[in-house]
């Protein structure tokens, strides 16, 4: 499974960004595909998960009600709507995805099997 992450950047505070990651390969196997963060000097952290059919997702609580996860399954992509960004939100950003775990709350805490290459997301004025 290959997957790439763009569409970070620098942003003001209270603005926002979409980011897109591409899948592909034999995604049979995994059902789900996460969002995950980490910042410098700080641990991995999981922000959201989608199902790979669209219909269930789960929020880390630090970005519940502002960052919003989709799928468009005809172009194999996966997005993350991200709205009301605040500075602590600064990181790069990644999407990964591990085999047979669906997605809830220990597909945020569990270790990936596949990630893509991250995306630098910037919050500041």
């Known amino acids: 499974v290959q997957l790439q992450a763009s569409g970070g950047g620098l942003v003001q505070p209270g603005g926002s960004l979409r980011l897109s990651c591409a899948v592909s390969g034999d995604t049979r196997d995994y059902p789900a595909i996460g969002w995950f963060r980490q910042a410098p000097g700080k641990d991995r952290e999981g922000v959201a998960c989608?199902?790979?059919?669209?219909?269930?997702?789960y929020y880390g609580a630090s970005v519940k009600g502002r960052f919003t996860a989709s799928s468009d399954n005809a172009k194999n992509t996966v997005y993350l709507q991200m709205n009301s960004l605040k500075p602590e939100d600064t990181a790069v950003y990644y999407c990964a995805t591990t085999r047979f775990l669906t997605c809830g709350r220990s597909y945020l805490r569990t270790d990936e099997d596949y990630r893509g290459k991250g995306t630098q997301v910037t919050v500041s004025s």
């Open positions: 989608i199902s790979s059919s669209g219909d269930n997702t």
